[in-house]
């Protein structure tokens, strides 16, 4: 069975493709059959990227697809282990259908109180339509300095939501690593035992527990950041096809 994890938010420009975009590029380094479903008909920001990848000769190459719904995407990718729902902003009842199926709902927020607020209010609203909260994460992303990580974190905490370990910080690097077809993790000189790195090592244990019990196997010891920063993730040269 597949692992459906959605990157969701009720604002556009807090990271959802971007977190989606790494998420992929590290567990298929893991050996996941991975797939990204692009279901942003007017963005296709993922779509885009995998142009540019394609075209860059990037390994591991990725799958990516555009999909009107999250149903056609499931029904299309049964063979992947891990479907990854890249989700429009502004879609309330598109965000609800998506999260009653997703196994994983991470919903990416920056750290001032305009992102954080719709964030935790998108929340409730899926909490309240029956999505267990024990499926539901906020991920920080996109904060512009390590020390607004702190009061984010309170906030959401006094939200009662979970809330994944580490943040993704706002660095050049990242956006020219998109530019070239790259996830901002596959950036040069990327430190992977860094605040971003445990934010996707915390993601992908759930995600291999959560395919473990899907396929009636014992549950794994988690993936420490340690064990994340051996796989060969290093730099722009390892990520180049042979030839």
């Known amino acids: 069975m597949t692992v459906v994890v959605a990157f969701v938010s009720r604002k556009g420009g807090v990271g959802k493709s971007t977190l989606a975009r790494a998420l992929a590029a590290v567990a298929a380094r893991r050996g996941l059959n991975t797939a990204i479903a692009d279901l942003d008909q007017d963005q296709r920001t993922s779509i885009r990227w995998q142009r540019l990848r394609e075209k860059e000769g990037i390994f591991p190459p990725l799958n990516v697809q555009s999909y009107a719904n999250v149903d056609s995407a499931i029904a299309s ?51 309240a339509a029956g999505v267990p909260k024990s499926r539901l994460y906020i991920a920080l992303s ?60 915390a993601m992908l244990t759930r995600i291999m527990h959560k395919h473990r019990l899907l396929h009636q196997q014992a549950p794994p010891t988690d993936l420490s950041a340690a064990q994340f920063a051996q796989r060969p993730l290093r730099g722009l040269s390892s990520y180049k096809a042979a030839g």
């Open 77 to 127: 990718e049964q063979a992947a282990d891990l479907l990854i729902v890249d989700a429009p902003s502004h879609a309330p009842g598109l965000t609800m259908e998506i999260a009653s199926v997703a196994h994983l709902v991470v919903q990416p927020a920056c750290s001032s109180f305009d992102d954080l607020q719709p964030a935790v209010e998108l929340f409730y609203e899926l909490s």
């Open 142 to 201: 996109r904060l512009l300095d390590p020390s607004e990580e702190e009061a984010a974190r309170a906030y959401v905490e006094v939200a009662d939501f979970n809330l994944l370990p580490g943040a993704v910080v706002e660095r050049p690097r990242y956006r020219e690593a998109h530019n070239g077809g790259l996830a901002f993790i596959e950036a040069a000189a990327e430190d992977l035992n860094g605040s971003a790195g445990v934010a996707l090592a």
